[in-house]
């Protein structure tokens, strides 16, 4: 079975890093690895995505193992505005699969 | 924003009745994707469509049906509602098949089913 796994929470202090991990212990070679992040009462948004060098957007950065079985989503400085649940997905078995998902919370 | 709109945005419904979910997209986006989000177990995929009239199953398929005969309309029905297909509905679109190429998902604002 595929298997993406992500912890149930985290939480982190305003205007430090946070580091969210995922596993992804059965992704091939060639599939991407995605992250979404879904505010209360929202659908999922798109926060960044990569295929095996690290990634940085203005929302994150990416960092990808180099043997691709876990990823780490990385907001530099957190806000209240990042408390959401993050969801990695890939598409381990030819089938897009998410994460449970981590809900993060921020104190100021 | 994706111009995705789902429809209706909250429904309850007896079981044993048959329920359609709608996803309209103005995108002309060739894939469309019904998935459900379920406490504990993030997004599941249930059906996703590669074109009009060509879909596939996903990972929950059982109990539901999809239908695509225009590029910008994907319908879900379940059939026969039950009790365990309580859940939030979304629908999401991308241009090209996400997973294997450099392609994003772009989600609707979901649909919450309630079946009593």
């Known amino acids: 079975d595929a298997k993406t796994t992500q912890p149930n929470s985290m939480e982190s202090n305003e205007e430090e890093p946070v580091h969210l991990p995922c596993n992804h212990s059965?992704?091939?070679?060639?599939?991407?690895i995605h992250w979404y992040r879904q505010l209360p009462s929202q659908g999922p948004e798109y926060v960044i995505h990569?295929?095996?060098s690290n990634v940085n957007n203005r929302m994150a950065s990416l960092a990808i193992a180099e043997d691709r079985k876990s990823s780490t989503l990385i907001l530099h400085r957190a806000t209240l505005r990042d408390a959401a649940v993050y969801y990695c997905m890939d598409n381990a078995g030819n089938m897009l699969t998410f994460g449970g998902g981590t809900r993060l919370m921020v104190k100021p | 924003d994706a111009g995705i709109t789902q429809s209706p945005r909250h429904k309850v419904t007896e079981t044993g009745t048959p329920v359609t979910l709608r996803c309209h997209q103005t995108?002309?986006?060739?894939?469309m994707y019904w998935y459900r989000q379920d406490p504990g177990h993030g997004l599941r995929l249930i059906h996703y469509?590669?074109?009009?009239?060509?879909?596939d199953k996903g990972e929950v398929s059982d109990g539901y049906s999809v239908s695509r005969s225009k590029t910008e309309d994907f319908l879900l029905t379940l059939e026969s509602a039950t009790s365990s297909q309580t859940s939030v509905y979304f629908c999401?679109?991308?241009?090209?098949?996400?997973?294997?190429?450099?392609?994003?998902?772009?989600f609707g604002s979901g649909t919450q089913l309630s079946v009593l």
């Open positions: 990569g295929l095996t």
């Open positions: 995108e002309n986006h060739r894939y």
């Open positions: 059965t992704i091939s070679g060639t599939d991407y």
């Open positions: 999401a679109i991308s241009e090209r098949r996400v997973g294997s190429t450099n392609e994003k998902l772009f």
């Open positions: 469509s590669y074109g009009v009239k060509d879909t």
